[in-house]
């Protein structure tokens, strides 16, 4: 059983930047295509980014392109997604997400495995 523990989330003023990791255990994170999501207050759940097994295929929600970077090392278990120029509507819970299939798919089909969560504020 994969589990999926997101860090690096707080709160950070207009403008700034944020780094999240995601940490992989219980199974081989190479096999794995990984994604990042998000849930505002009153949303639903939304696709942000997205990662194939290997790292050379990276895929972004329109609101993000430009702004976040998802990348991986495999060797040391880990995803991360870097955050740039923040503004009040990134402010959501952003969960890390693992799927045995192709991360282009990802944004339309639900990944298997999810981690709890970490708390993201933009305040101006």
């Known amino acids: 059983q994969v589990q999926l523990v997101e860090s690096g989330g707080g709160s950070v003023q207009t403008g700034g930047s944020l780094r999240l990791s995601c940490a992989v255990s219980?199974?081989?994170?190479?096999?794995?295509?990984m994604g990042w999501f998000r849930q505002a207050p009153g949303k639903e759940r939304e696709f942000v980014a997205a990662?194939?097994?290997?790292?050379?295929?990276?895929y972004y929600a329109d609101s993000v392109k430009g702004r976040f970077t998802i990348s991986r090392i495999n060797a040391k278990n880990t995803v991360y997604l870097q955050m740039e120029s923040l503004n009040s509507e990134d402010t959501a819970v952003y969960y890390c997400?693992?799927?045995?299939?192709?991360?282009?798919?990802?944004?339309?089909?639900?990944?298997?495995?999810w981690g709890q969560g970490t708390q993201v504020t933009v305040s101006s």
């Open positions: 990662i194939s097994s290997s790292g050379g295929n990276t």
């Open positions: 997400a693992a799927t045995l299939g192709t991360a282009q798919r990802m944004k339309g089909r639900p990944p298997e495995y």
């Open positions: 219980g199974g081989t994170v190479s096999r794995y295509s």
